[in-house]
């Protein structure tokens, strides 16, 4: 219901800013230094939009940061010069958090109608983000306050004509006074902004404001204005996610239309990743902000590290893409006659205002510095764990809880967390009990042996696994072929497999890739030829995981040559002990035998292991690709290198050293936005809604983080880099490195995923 709410009011906030072209308006207005259309600020207050904040017994509308930053988005989108941001969020926050002001209830309602434009001013020097200082001096002589001092980048410049939040320090502490324009002993300077707006610096020498002008003192003065402040980070946050993809709503078209050596430039491969990695940071900042919206939906609750998380993303989203944008358009970007240049000088100013990018990271770590790991919470003492329960039923804290105690009472302990993929003599224990338990396949229907659980309680499950560092099995005969099984397997097929699949008899691997036919896996060769009642089939996978270990192979095989690539292959099932079957360990970087080639000399197999029609395979390939693919993406694996890497910072000193703090919470950040991001999807999942395309990028980022996590472990291991074992800390940095770098290979590279987001996604052609 409130994602309808939200998208009708987008659609209402999209049609009033149609009505007129804002590019042309900041154009014009760079000459006349006009800061704002009085027409079109009452059309705005007719909407409501400048008491979207307010509540009802204000005279507002009542609604939450999650309606403003719809606004602000489609601001950012049109290029609105005027000051919502500023104004609706800003300043209407810091009066909305004054209630014993006589004076409010006042100010509100005009601002609300549209004929009052403050200003909040309260920075006093570039840079500051600290509201704690304030050198603003006011001396009370018993009926007014004297005020000296002066404030600087203070928005908006309309506010000239009108008056003044101005935050000051009195003998009581903190004040928010209200300060009228036209007070004597205030002056004021106009500063034009980059992108034409006007900001402005006050100059108070022994301005009187009577005591009535008082709006709130000591910590409720102090609360108002970093409430106001944070609140107008979140909007601003938002006008920079619709900036960012208004620009590249602009370049994609130009990009279609421009053509270089005979064709258009949007399809060069070089050209289509770098506005896939613009696009990845567009994602993560959408995904911050709706969780930032979900989380911390009311001002009052506001978490000032994560705002500034937020801002830092949103900023270097709209900025990179500027930067992108310009470069693509050629020289026509770099000109006044492009509309590129207007979205970037815009995203600049919001950048700066309030903190650019890297004073919000610095924020963040001031107000968030790296904690030592919290101790797990305990799950509650439970003796009584159900083979069969109606799980979809069950309250998911209460499901949740269940699996945990599950994991305390039988999990090894030992095997918590491994650094490398387990072989099946060391993880069949588990896989028996969670057999006999009947949870060995959650996904699977009860009728067959499974929980039969939903996609929303599927993801539960794996996450509670993960978090509790629960090893992966040798599981594709769980995951991939008892799923295939029941979907597109005959009824033999099912009542010969399903049963061994569950009890551990049969260990399953995955044949797919072959030298050549990796990520172009419709390159396959492997050729299976009919025999009568059987398939000869010859040719080589390779990178197959723990096939060493496995009792069966399920592959992808060529039944037609003549056919197009995809169209002639079909799915076959082999038992590894076949005649003229040969497997060889690959030894990785970190020493383990985790992939092998697996050689087909002139194996025969029976036909009726065909799965599906003949040549029908790459349909059924493809349908295993959907659920699971959002595990690639998984947290999981940056989440654990950070902590290890905090572990070890905090063990030789390292958050000491500035730059590499910095670099920190650079990583801290993406992780946080990994999982934002993480979340975005799984709530598909959970409303049971196929994974698009999309999904990819999700793949990319956890992937490409988790490698940066690595790089840094290994710069501040020094000498234990060098180092097989651990070192004195405990640490493994060598090991974590050889992890993380294969994983930007593992469900098709992280190059093909590019490709997969250009061609679906941004719709760039081949």
């Not at 000399?601 to 029609?613: F, I, K, W």
């Not at 880099?721 to 004195?728: E, F, L, T, V, Y």
């Amino acid at each position: 219901m409130k994602h309808d709410v939200l998208t009708q009011l987008r659609d209402s906030a999209r049609a009033l800013l149609s009505r007129d072209d804002h590019r042309r308006r900041v154009r014009s207005g760079r000459d006349s230094q006009l800061d704002y259309s009085a027409e079109l600020w009452r059309e705005l207050a007719d909407a409501g939009w400048l008491a979207v904040l307010l509540a009802e017994s204000d005279g507002g509308l009542g609604l939450s940061l999650a309606e403003a930053a719809v606004i602000a988005e489609e601001a950012g989108r049109a290029l609105l010069p005027e000051p919502f941001t500023a104004v609706a969020v800003q300043a209407a926050q810091a009066l909305a958090a004054c209630p014993d002001s006589p004076l409010r209830s006042h100010l509100l309602a005009q601002l609300a109608a549209g004929q009052l434009l403050p200003g909040l001013a309260w920075q006093e020097r570039a840079g500051q983000q600290d509201e704690d200082t304030a050198d603003t001096r006011a001396a009370f002589d018993g009926q007014r306050y004297w005020l000296s001092g002066g404030k600087t980048f203070a928005l908006p410049a309309a506010a000239e004509r009108h008056g003044w939040l101005l935050s000051a320090r009195g003998d009581e502490g903190w004040l928010l006074l209200w300060l009228p324009a036209d007070q004597p002993g205030l002056s004021i300077d106009r500063c034009p902004g980059i992108d034409g707006s006007l900001m402005c610096s006050l100059t108070l020498e022994q301005a009187p404001v009577p005591h009535s002008h008082l709006l709130a003192a000591g910590p409720a003065a102090r609360d108002a204005l970093c409430q106001a402040n944070d609140a107008a980070r979140l909007a601003q946050s938002a006008e920079l996610l619709g900036n960012a993809r208004q620009i590249l709503a602009l370049t994609l078209p130009y990009l279609a239309n421009r053509e270089q050596f005979g064709r258009p430039i949007s399809s060069f491969q070089a050209l289509q990743h770098r506005l896939v990695d613009a696009h990845i940071q567009i994602e993560l900042a959408a995904a911050s902000l709706d969780e930032a919206l979900e989380e911390r939906a009311e001002p009052a609750r506001l978490d000032s590290a994560r705002i500034s998380r937020l801002k830092a993303r949103c900023a270097d989203a709209a900025i990179g893409m500027g930067r992108l944008a310009i470069q693509l358009h050629g020289a026509i970007g770099y000109t006044e006659e492009c509309d590129i240049g207007l979205y970037f000088k815009r995203a600049l100013h919001l950048n700066a205002w309030l903190g650019n990018a890297e004073q919000q990271r610095r924020r963040y770590r001031r107000l968030s510095p790296p904690q030592a790991a919290a101790a797990e919470t305990p799950p509650p003492a439970l003796s009584d764990f159900p083979r069969d329960a109606d799980w979809e039923a069950m309250p998911e804290s209460e499901f949740r809880d269940l699996l945990r105690a599950f994991f305390v009472r039988h999990y090894p302990p030992a095997l918590r967390h491994p650094s490398r993929r387990l072989h099946w003599h060391e993880i069949r224990d588990w896989h028996q009990t969670l057999a006999r338990q009947g949870w060995a396949a959650p996904a699977w229907p009860k009728a067959c042996g499974g929980m039969g659980l939903s996609p929303a309680r599927q993801l539960a499950f794996i996450e509670e696994q993960e978090r509790y560092g629960v090893a992966r099995a040798p599981d594709q005969g769980i995951i991939m072929v008892g799923p295939l099984l029941l979907q597109h397997g005959s009824a033999e097929q099912q009542q010969r497999y399903l049963p061994k699949i569950l009890s551990g008899e049969h260990i399953w691997c995955q044949g797919y890739s072959e030298p050549n036919a990796g990520s172009d896996l419709a390159a396959l060769r492997t050729e299976a030829v009919p025999d009568g009642a059987d398939f000869i089939v010859n040719g080589q996978k390779t990178w197959t995981t723990l096939a060493q270990d496995a009792t069966h192979i399920f592959t992808l095989v060529r039944t037609d040559k003549q056919a197009k690539r995809q169209a002639g292959i079909s799915f076959l099932l082999i038992a590894l002990d076949s005649p003229g079957i040969t497997v060889r360990p690959i030894t990785t970087l970190a020493g383990h035998q985790e992939f092998c080639e697996v050689f087909f000399d002139q194996v025969r197999v029976p036909a009726a292991n065909l799965v599906g029609g003949l040549n029908q395979g790459w349909g059924i390939a493809k349908a295993l690709l959907g659920f699971e693919r959002i595990f690639l993406g998984s947290p999981k694996q940056a989440r654990q290198a950070l902590a290890q890497l905090a572990t070890q910072a905090r063990a030789c000193r390292g958050f000491d050293d500035p730059v590499f703090a910095d670099r920190y919470a650079r990583l801290e950040l993406d992780v946080a936005d990994l999982g934002a991001l993480y979340k975005h999807f799984a709530a598909m999942v959970r409303r049971g809604e196929a994974l698009p395309p999309a999904v990819s990028a999700l793949k990319i980022w956890a992937t490409e983080t988790y490698q940066r996590i690595s790089l840094a472990l290994m710069d501040l291991a020094g000498e234990y880099g060098s180092w097989a074992g651990a070192d004195p800390a405990g640490g493994q940095a060598p090991a974590l490195l050889f992890n993380a770098t294969p994983a930007t290979i593992y469900g098709g590279s992280n190059e093909i995923q590019r490709n997969i987001l250009a061609r679906h996604v941004l719709r760039l052609p081949a």
